[in-house]
C-alpha cells in the first residue's frame, strides 16, 4: 500500500481481514444472528391469548389492541407496563409473584419473560409490522352482552341503583331477588356482571373502575330448603367461578338471590344500574359428592392503616377445623394495599402457598389447577399476611396523609383472602392426597409445595408390625 499514510494501511488492512473472517464463519453461526421481531409473527399471538379480550371495541379498555394500527401507537406504552411484571399498573392484570409458591392455574393469561421481552424488543425496534401472511387468525369476539359461562341457565336481577357524577361511596343492602325456581337444581358455574347506562367515556374515568358502580356485591341465597349459602363476591374486574364438578352448590326450589353487602362508587358521571347474576346448572338428577364452602381469612379489627409509611404488615391466622382442598387464591384489599401472602402452617412445616401484588383497580380470583390445589390436613394453620402503603409511591391511595381502619368503603381498608375451599372427611382427604402422590409419583419423605402430609407412608403401604412372639409357660 505504497503512498498510504501508514496508520490508512494498517486501518485497510484490517477492514480486509475482518471481511475474510465474516466470510469464513460457518454456516450455523451466521444464522445464529437475531432475528426481528414483528406484529405479525411474534406480537399478534400474545396480545390474542393474553389482551384482545379486554382491548377491543366495545370491552373495558381504554384502547383497542386487535391490529397493527391500533397497538402501533402504544408499542411503548405496552413495553414499560408488560415490563412490570407482576406489580401494580402491570398488563395483563395478573399479580402472582412467579418466584415463590404454587404456579399452576387455570386460565393463566400472564406473559413469559420471552413475551415480556420480544414487547420490549419490537418497541424499541420501531414496532415493525412484518409481513401480513404471518398474521395469526383473528378472534372472535362474544358482544357485551354475551356471558363467558356459555348462555345461563337462570339470570336473577339486582333492584336498580343510582349514583350521582360526584356522590360518597354508600355501602348497605339492596334487597332480595327471588330465584323463581320451583325445583331444587346444582350450580356448576356462576358469574356477574353489572348492567348500567353510563356509557363510553375518555380519559381516567375509562378505566376499568371508572366503568362501573359496584365496586363489590356480596350475595348469598336464602330461603328453600337449603338455609343461607354464600356465593362468592362480585369485585369490578372479576372473572367467572366455576365450581369443582363434583361440588356443585345448591340452589334451592323457592329461593331467593340476597344483595346484602353492597359497596357503590361514583364513577363520574350520573348513572343508573343493577347486577345480573348468571348461573349454569348441572342436569336434573345430578347431586354433588363433595362440600364446597367459602374460606374467608382476614383481619379486620386490628387494621391501623397510617399515612405517609410504606410496608406496613398486618397478619391473620385461621386453623383448619377439618381437612380442606383450596380452589382459589383471592386477595382482597383497597386502596393502600400492595401485596399479600398465604401460609400452610402443620407443625414445623410452613409452606408459603403464593404471594401476589395487589392493584385496587383489578380485583382477580386465581384458580388452581385441580392437581396444583392445595391439600391441607385438619389443624392446618393458614396464616395471611397483607402489606400496605399509603406514601405517594402508591397512585391509588387519593390522600397519603390520611389514616383509615376496618371497614367497606375505599376510603376503608380490608385485608381479607376470600379463597374457596372443598371441605374434606378424613376418608376423603386421604383419597386425595394418595391422588396426588400417584399423579407425582411420590414415594415415602417425599412432598410436594401446598400437600404437606404428601411425605407420609400411605396408610396402606405401611409395613406391618411383626406380632411379639408368645410368652413362654
Known sequence: MRGFPRFLAVAVAAMIMAAIAATLKPASARAQ???????SKDIAPILQRSCQQCHRPGSVAPMSL????????YARAMKARTALREKRGAMPPWYIEKNVG???FKDDFSLSEEEIAKIATWADTGAPQGNPADLPAPLTFPDGKSWRIGTPDLIVKSAPVEMKAQQPDWFGSIGQTPTGLTEDRYVAAVEVKEVNDSGPRSGRSSTVGGLYLFHHAAYAIVGGRGGASLFPVHEV????????EQAGRLLSAGSSVAFQSVHLHANGTDSKSHLEVGFKF??????PTLNFRQLFVGNGPDLDIKGNEANQRV???FTLP?????????????APGVRMCLEAIWGVSVQTLNCSKYDHNWVRAYWYEDDAAPILPKGTILHVVGYFDTTAANRNVPDPRNW???GHRSVDNMMINLMQAIFLTDEQFEAEVAKRRDKLGLKAGQTVLGCPTCSAVPRAAAVPVAPAPPAAN
Not at 282 to 287: E, I, V
Not at 322 to 334: L, R
Open 102 to 104: 404454587i404456579q399452576h
Open 404 to 406: 383509615s381502619g376496618s
Open 322 to 334: 377439618q381437612p380442606v382442598k383450596i380452589s382459589t387464591y383471592e386477595p382482597h384489599m383497597h
Open 66 to 73: 386487535l391490529t397493527y394500527e391500533d397497538a402501533r401507537p
Open 237 to 244: 374486574g372479576r372473572n367467572a367461578d366455576v365450581f369443582d
Open 33 to 39: 444472528a437475531p432475528t426481528q421481531v414483528t406484529f
Open 282 to 287: 348441572h342436569p336434573r338428577g345430578y347431586k
Open 315 to 317: 397478619d391473620a391466622y
